[in-house]
T-cell receptor
Framework: GEDVEQSLFLSVREGDSSVINCTYT??????LYWYKQEPGAGLQLLTY?????DMKQDQRLTVLLNKKDKHLSLRIADTQTGDSAIYFC???????????FGTGTRLKVLA | DAEITQSPRHKITETGRQVTLACHQT?????MFWYRQDLGHGLRLIHY???????NKGEVSDGYSVSRSNTEDLPLTLESAASSQTSVYFC???????????FGSGTRLTVV
């Protein structure tokens, strides 16, 4: 079945880089997403990557996709206190509009 | 501006009562989804709809139902609320495959 896993917590110092990891099991996933959830709010799309890409960069965000290992990562450069939030990866598969979400990683940025 | 709104934001109900959570979107999206968020489980899909009169069960649909009588609304009903249904509920919508979800702000439901 489909399963998306993430580590639950990550703590980094302000100005350092953060790397949030995600593993998935559905090799037919066509789109992979990263969402950010701030306290008391819904999820907001950060970035996404098509399954035929290896890397995508968007300002401070870098997404790496290793299809062989079914591993997705999100790197945040120069992490700021405003980046403290829960980060979810999600996959969607060709032929379906629904996402499977990971468990979420709570990022804490220390000043 | 288009938006997706959930109501109420917070609700406390008693075990055994029927509860309905509202979701309304003005994006004109065909696809709508209900998820619940629980610590350690992330977001789990309850029900979803790909258009008017279409509804489908997700991975945790037991005890929940939805109906889709128009494009804008997908209300979620808990037939007989149980303590295990205490959670934060999120509604989302999307235009189609590969299109990102737009999320509501969530409803925190407590069943006592």
């Amino acid at each position: 079945g489909e399963d998306v896993e993430q580590s639950l917590f990550l703590s980094v110092r302000e100005g350092d880089s953060s790397v949030i990891n995600c593993t998935y099991t559905d090799s037919s996933s066509t789109y992979l997403y990263w969402y950010k959830q701030e306290p008391g709010a819904g999820l907001q799309l950060l970035t996404y990557i098509f399954s035929n890409m290896d890397m995508k960069q968007d300002q401070r965000l870098t997404v790496l996709l290793n299809k062989k290992d079914k591993h997705l990562s999100l790197r945040i450069a120069d992490t700021q206190t405003g980046d403290s939030a829960i980060y979810f990866c999600a996959e969607s598969t060709s032929g379906t509009y629904k996402y499977i979400f990971g468990t979420g990683t709570r990022l804490k940025v220390l000043a | 501006d288009a938006e997706i709104t959930q109501s109420p934001r917070h609700k406390i109900t008693e075990t055994g009562r029927q509860v309905t959570l509202a979701c309304h979107q003005t994006w004109n999206h065909n696809n709508m989804f209900w998820y619940r968020q629980d610590l350690g489980h992330g977001l789990r899909l309850i029900h979803y709809s790909y258009g008017v009169q279409d509804t489908n069960k997700g991975e945790v649909s037991d005890g929940y139902s939805v109906s889709r009588s128009n494009t804008e609304d997908l209300p979620l009903t808990l037939e007989s609320a149980a303590s295990s249904q205490t959670s934060v509920y999120f509604c989302a919508s999307s235009a189609g495959q590969g299109q990102s979800y737009t999320f509501g702000s969530g409803t925190r439901l407590t069943v006592v």
